[in-house]
């Protein structure tokens, strides 16, 4: 089966270019988005130290990958959400709610290290398009 790599067309956010990854994948029917975080259009981290501004940009992301897939956010499967501190789980989880507001999709959440010190959260989604 043929790989399509996806890349936004759209200006809400620009990956960095110097990280060897694509913003997302489609395979078949399946749609997968790299874990996405809440860099903007010009491609630096905003909304810093601000968890609920960071998570609408992140999800915000993610939504602009799976669309640039044929997916929206009700074909998602799966989601795995990576949080720097866990005691920002909250706030992260009422914006998600927005984001999925009837039949969210199955979810993990875990506390990790970030790739950069600014970064509060990471979201990647998994997705399916067929009928």
């Not at 609920?52 to 993610?62: E, G, K, M, P």
């Not at 005691?87 to 969210?104: L, T, V, W």
Request: charged content about 20%; glycine content about 8%; aromatic content about 8%.
């Amino acid at each position: 089966m043929p790989r399509t790599t996806l890349r936004p067309r759209s200006l809400e956010f620009q990956p960095r270019p110097t990280f060897p990854y694509s913003p997302g994948a489609r395979g078949g029917d399946m749609v997968y988005t790299a874990g996405q975080v809440a860099w903007d259009h010009t491609g630096n981290v905003t909304g810093i130290g601000d968890i609920r501004a960071q998570t609408i940009q992140t999800l915000t992301n993610v939504k602009a990958v799976l669309e640039e897939g044929g997916a929206t956010l009700d074909d998602v499967l799966k989601c795995n959400v990576y949080m720097k501190d866990i005691g920002d789980f909250q706030i992260m989880n009422e914006e998600f709610a927005k984001f999925f507001p009837e039949n969210p999709p199955a979810r993990t959440t875990v506390q990790t290290p970030m790739a950069e010190p600014e970064m509060l959260v990471e979201i990647e989604a998994i997705a399916y398009v067929g009928k």
